[in-house]
């Protein structure tokens, strides 16, 4: 802590000495500290010691779970809540003091000591650590003293600050990976009301020491908004879910308890943070890291593994394998990207990927000999609960798959995820958005265990004091960097950290296998993810009127179209569109909607498609996103590829062909028919080169 600051904010009404760790041996000397504990704590809690306003996007009503205040100024980050519970108060202080159970970044709490304080009160001495939110920044952790006391007006106090001294603990060893931070006088104020329930304050005041990580992540460090969303918001929030759930407000689907869903939520995202975070004294050590993309591929020990595979498979169990990554990305929202990963997973998923980690459920390690799976594309969701205000929903997905072998025709290959999906609502104020998911037998077990992986955005608070020097610390996410910058002038643009992280299982003598698949699958996701976030930009790709993203605001895309029609027009000597068009817009327009499928495919070493009009799209059933991993070769039949080879030459000699009728595949597997299919040469302006190749498949319907 510090002595006053000179703003005149936070710690002007209590001058806060440094806390030896003499004191940590002296009774007195404790109680002393957790006296002057509760008087800061209370004036914050109640009083102007802090500078407080109104928690941005928030505005109380009869409908709201509580006030929430962030601090204007201050020594730290500071928020504040008040509430009211149908809860007594020993219930909500022994609920709020198992800070495991509601706050999803805490690791651990461990207890060093605890003696009674007198008025029937107890000081206890505290190690806690918290999970890092990416893998750019190492954890903290917290030693603090903890007073808990009734005032004479009954009301019941927790409160908490750290006490001095880095190596403090219970072990220096395990403190290894993280970084200390400080809790200034913080807690929690329980008021009994006359009818029965309770009233809450709630003060939480932080020193994450912010100096400590990149310069790009800072703002997620120094920013309350965060705190309040994290911590202060989240346990009201908690102890208000708990109190419907007891009163049988919440009802849930499939007949299960209530208590059981949160812990299925909560396990969820604690796997998921083990994963990111990779504790060596959970065993985790690195096993690789690709500096390009700093995709970095870790092992954890047999138990991780074992825990999540059948018991009679353990001894080929050789541990788990996490490949992870975090990157920068520009001008995406949050809750627009997860929501878009969540409806479209077949748009960044690879179903042979999910059927090997589900396969070890059921004690079939498939890799690499794996039976042959055709995924339909299409996912089945049930949801099983939400929280109160529906920002936290945890639901059961079911993948279906069908056998590619005539023997297992009639075998279902369906994949079920349990899977928990967080702040994809847009009114939800700063909050990170996350989708975590994990491979669960389809009888869905009370004590099944999971293997978590998934995708974690956080929007990082704009700070136009730091926008000039923000990209001189960019060389760890520089080239993950997605999306083009937005206009508007220096420091405008919104940033947010995704953070990845996928696991496997794995057997002794496949853990090289693995690995390389691990960290391939998730280079690739990240691609996918790249496409996905550079569509749903507001500055990116715009939609037509028809709402479809085709770039329409992408100067590329606008260029691409002009050359498609003059190409068109110079080889054959008739013109494309059937309307005049008099700008590059009018003509994305009039090419997007043509009736005939239009592609363009390049002319690299293994050819893929770069742009469809939306007949294209149709005809192939895919997305423009999805539409770059799909090579030529994969829609032609063995006929219509022989057809295109050996009019190869003729194109690129005299400038286009007409290939005879056919039929071509979709990514569904369906075959489309078409009459004939006229191929050109597509030249950019003013150039030689040539820029692609457009297809046009004339009088196209699925067979």
Not at 62 to 85: D, K, Y
Not at 179 to 190: C, F, N
Not at 435 to 455: K, R, T
Not at 619 to 629: F, G, I, R
């Amino acid at each position: 802590s510090s002595g006053p600051t000179g703003d005149g904010s936070c710690e002007s009404a209590v001058t806060t000495p440094q806390h030896s760790l003499r004191d940590v041996t002296n009774p007195a000397g404790l109680l002393s500290i957790a006296e002057e504990t509760l008087a800061e704590f209370l004036s914050k809690a109640t009083g102007t010691a802090v500078d407080w306003v109104q928690m941005p996007g928030m505005k109380p009503g009869p409908g709201s779970v509580g006030i929430f205040a962030i601090s204007q100024r201050c020594n730290g980050v500071a928020a504040r809540a008040c509430g009211l519970v149908s809860l007594e108060p020993t219930k909500i202080a022994e609920i709020l003091k198992d800070r495991v159970s509601w706050f999803r970044d805490c690791r651990s709490v461990e207890v060093f000591t605890m003696f009674p304080a007198g008025n029937g009160g107890t000081i206890e001495l505290l190690y806690t650590q918290t999970y890092a939110p990416t893998t750019l920044a190492p954890a903290r952790d917290l030693w603090t003293l903890r007073y808990s006391t009734t005032l004479e007006n009954g009301s019941l106090v927790v409160c908490e600050r750290s006490l001095s001294g880095s190596g403090a603990g219970p072990s220096s060893a395990a403190a290894s990976q993280f970084v200390r931070a400080e809790m200034l006088p913080s807690g929690y104020l329980i008021r009994p009301c006359d009818g029965g329930g309770s009233i809450i304050h709630i003060v939480d005041h932080l020193n994450l020491e912010a100096w400590s990580v990149p310069e790009v992540l800072r703002p997620l460090y120094e920013s309350s908004k965060v705190i309040a969303q994290k911590m202060t918001m989240a346990a009201l929030k908690y102890i208000r879910q708990v109190a419907q759930e007891s009163s049988g407000e919440v009802v849930y689907s499939i007949g299960r308890q209530p208590a059981v869903l949160r812990t299925f939520s909560q396990r969820l995202s604690r796997g998921f943070n083990d994963a990111v975070n990779g504790f060596n004294d959970d065993g985790w050590s690195l096993l690789t890291c690709d500096g390009a993309e700093d995709v970095v591929v870790a092992v954890g020990p047999a138990k991780n593994a074992a825990a999540a595979v059948c018991a009679a498979n353990l001894s080929a169990v050789g541990g788990v394998l996490c490949a992870k990554a975090s990157m920068l990305l520009q001008n995406v929202p949050p809750a627009t990207l997860v929501r878009f990963l969540r409806e479209h997973r077949s748009e960044w998923a690879d179903f042979t990927v999910d059927a090997y980690a589900a396969s070890a459920l059921k004690n079939a390690y498939s890799y690499p000999g794996m039976r042959p799976t055709r995924f339909t594309g299409s996912h089945v969701t049930m949801q099983l609960g939400y929280t109160i205000e529906h920002e936290e929903m945890l639901e059961v997905v079911r993948l279906e798959g069908h056998s590619m072998s005539h023997e297992d025709a009639f075998v279902s290959r369906d994949i079920h995820l349990l899977q928990l999906c967080s702040g994809i609502d847009d009114n939800a104020v700063g909050a990170c958005a996350e989708l975590i998911f994990a491979p669960i037998d389809e009888m869905f077990p009370d004590d099944a265990h999971l293997l978590p992986s998934g995708f974690r955005v956080i929007p990082l608070d704009p700070k136009p004091d730091s926008a000039s020097s923000v990209h001189k610390t960019l060389d760890l996410t520089s080239s993950l960097e997605v999306g083009p910058p937005a206009a508007g002038g220096k420091g405008s643009t919104a940033r947010s950290i995704l953070t990845i992280a996928f696991q496997f299982p794995f057997e002794t003598s496949l853990q090289e296998n693995i690995a390389a698949m691990a960290q391939q699958y998730v280079r690739s996701v990240i691609s996918s993810v790249q496409r996905v976030a550079t569509a749903i930009s507001p500055s990116g790709p715009g939609p037509t009127t028809t709402g479809s993203k085709i770039g329409s605001s992408s100067p590329e895309a606008l260029t691409l179209a002009h050359w498609v029609c003059q190409s068109y027009s110079y080889h054959i000597g008739s013109e494309l569109l059937r309307t005049e068009c008099a700008s590059n817009d009018a003509i994305l327009k009039a090419l997007w909607h043509h009736p005939d499928a239009i592609l363009c495919c390049s002319l690299k070493a293994v050819p893929v498609f770069i742009f469809a009009n939306q007949a294209g799209l149709d005809m192939l059933e895919t997305t423009l996103v999805a539409l770059q991993d799909i090579t030529i070769d994969k829609i032609f039949d063995e006929s219509g590829r022989k057809a295109l080879f050996s009019e190869f030459s003729k194109i690129m000699q005299q400038g286009f062909t007409n290939l005879p009728a056919g039929v071509c595949t979709s990514t569904m597997g369906r075959q489309a028919s078409y009459e004939n299919t006229v191929v050109w040469k597509v030249f950019a302006e003013e150039e030689t080169a040539v820029h692609c190749l457009a297809f046009s498949f004339i009088n196209w319907c699925f067979v």
